[in-house]
């Protein structure tokens, strides 16, 4: 068996010629240098931009983390999309606050989000559900996310159930579904440079101004 030290200490990382973050021309606000930064990495054919890391804490206070994919961003913040019985369902009922983190690989860019939580409500849920591709409403519909399948044949059926249903009723939205936004009181970029002189940027919001400050890379 190999080594994992081993191994991570042998892979390449930040490779190749990255951007360049110049701090004198940054926006006065976060989401409009996300937004920047967004379509460059659309622009670069990074995969899957929109996929993030979703962190919430639990009962026990122990950090739980997933990837999902951003559904929107507003001024409301930053959207992604659950059912409420899930397991960061009840996380979010608990504590509504939480960090999304992206990595945009070939850029050596990450950037993270911290923040209270918000549910956007239902009419958001609705447009969010149906503009779903059939199989991502099918597996909504079958049960809470994360639960335990204690019998392969039942969840067999709640499959045949669901697409049953929803050929019979195609507007169906199961009351559970919700967006919620993440209203951010933090948002960091950082920019990698292979000869390790990172950029790295906080925007810090104090009332309704956001403060920005350079960090150590």
């Keep these: 068996m190999g080594n994992v030290s081993w191994l991570s200490r042998s892979l390449p990382i930040m490779a190749g010629e990255l951007p360049r973050f110049d701090l004198g021309y940054v926006p006065a606000e976060p989401r409009e240098l996300f937004l920047r930064w967004f379509g460059e990495a659309v622009a670069a054919g990074v995969g899957e931009p929109h996929v993030m890391s979703l962190c919430t804490v639990d009962e026990d206070a122990l950090p739980d983390v997933r990837v999902l ?3 929107e961003l507003d001024e409301r913040g930053w959207h992604f999309a659950t059912d409420r ?3 960061k369902g009840r996380q979010l009922a608990a504590n509504p606050a939480a960090a999304l983190g992206f990595h945009w690989r070939e850029q050596g860019r990450q950037v993270r989000v911290r923040g209270r939580v918000v549910d956007l409500g239902k009419a958001a849920a609705t447009a969010d559900f149906l503009s779903r591709s059939p199989r991502s409403r099918l597996a909504s ?3 809470a996310q994360s ?6 044949a039942a969840e067999e059926r709640a499959w ?6 929803l050929a019979a009723d195609p507007g169906f ?3 559970s579904h919700a967006v919620y936004a993440v209203d951010p009181v933090s948002v960091e970029f950082w920019q990698g440079d292979p000869g390790r002189r990172h950029v790295r940027l906080r925007y810090r919001r104090s009332a309704e101004v956001w403060i920005q400050e350079q960090l150590r890379g």
């Design 147 to 152: 639960g335990v399948i204690a019998d392969p």
């Design 85 to 87: 019985n899930s397991e």
């Design 173 to 175: 939205v199961p009351a």
């Design 160 to 165: 045949s159930e669901a697409g049953e249903r």
């Design 141 to 143: 519909m079958i049960g």
């Design 69 to 71: 994919v951003l559904r």
